[in-house]
């Protein structure tokens, strides 16, 4: 409120600066040459009447001495400039996990999708000698790549195949640690306090030693994809023949990187899927409005 008070008062002297500046403007203009008067920057031309430039000078160090109190104050107080946190209901909205709505889901792209993904990732890999194979789900934002890997997550030919399956939401900023405790969790092991890679590592190796897994990366950004080559690839390379990598990524060049040996890319819902899509939404929410 008093820092308002200042500008409000800086603004005036400016205000009055403009108007003595155009006084003096017509004034000269009646008298003699402008170009005379206004040397160079009109607003200064003010200046000129060392009354008027004591007034200013006056104004000024005035409402420099309050600004400096301000400043003092807010250095007493402790007051930091806070840097800009995201809402915590994008945060939240961002993170994904496997859990999906059935009755949500529709369309019978999404069921085909899901054939072909699930006999991917379920069938052998021929002449492949990696432990772990990647398969990649790619398209555009908001097209159904993650409701995608939730439904294929979820279904019971994958239940059957695999010993363990682990969901990771990894998102563009992501911290390797966390990454490695939440898989160890996956897991069914318990990272605990550390941070130290050196300890989470080890740990992973162990949980997923000689088991076939099925691991979800939902969400990598070209920013986050070293996840999987720089991290972990090494320990989980200890899992079982047949483990799959599922990868979800707006960008190709993830999928590359990882070397996905099969990628699929989502298609936009057809006109009619799209409506009824659209007719669920808005009827959930008018229930959730009227009951
Ligand atoms: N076949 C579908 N049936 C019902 N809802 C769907 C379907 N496909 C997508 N949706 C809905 O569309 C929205 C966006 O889908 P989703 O989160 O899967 O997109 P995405 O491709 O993973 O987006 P992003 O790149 O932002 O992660 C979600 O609310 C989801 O429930
Ligand atoms: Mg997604």
């Known amino acids: 409120m008093q820092l308002k008070d200042v500008m409000y008062d800086a603004d005036d002297v400016i205000d009055l600066c403009q108007t003595k500046a ?13 170009s005379n008067a206004s040397c160079g920057c009109p607003l200064l031309s003010c200046f000129r009447n060392p009354f008027f430039a004591h007034e200013i000078g006056s104004k000024i160090k005035e409402i420099n001495s309050r600004l400096e109190r301000i400043a003092k104050r807010k250095a007493d107080l402790g007051l930091t400039k806070s840097p800009i946190i995201p809402r915590v209901d994008s945060i939240i909205h961002r993170k ?18 899901t054939e072909m993904l699930v006999s991917w990732l379920t069938e052998e890999e021929k002449g ?3 432990n772990v194979c990647v398969v990649a789900i790619l398209g555009m934002g908001g097209i159904g790549k993650s409701t995608l890997a939730k439904k294929i997550f979820n279904d019971p030919r994958i239940e059957d195949e695999f010993q363990l399956k682990i969901w990771v939401c990894v998102s563009k900023e992501v911290k390797g640690e966390e ?8 897991a069914g092991g318990e990272p605990g306090y550390t941070n130290e890679r050196s300890e989470l590592v080890p740990i ?38 047949g483990s799959r990598l599922l990868v979800t990524s707006r960008d190709e060049r993830v999928a590359n990187g990882m070397r996905a040996t099969k990628s699929h890319r989502v298609e936009k819902l057809s006109d009619e899927d799209g409506w009824s899509l659209l007719i669920k939404q808005v009827f959930l ?7």
């Open 285 to 291: 929410k008018t229930k959730m409005v009227l009951f």
């Open 96 to 113: 994904t996990d496997h859990l999906i709505v059935v009755d949500d889901i529709v369309g019978e792209k999404i069921e085909e999708d």
């Open 22 to 34: 155009k006084e003096r403007r017509l004034a000269s203009s009646s008298s003699y040459s402008s």
């Open 204 to 241: 992973l190796e162990r949980h997923v030693n000689g088991k076939k897994f099925f691991l979800v990366l939902d969400d990598v950004w070209a920013e986050s994809r070293a996840v999987w080559d720089g991290l972990l690839r090494a320990p989980m390379s200890s899992g079982a023949h």
């Open 128 to 130: 492949v000698r990696e």
């Open 179 to 186: 990454v490695l405790k939440c898989v160890i969790r996956g």
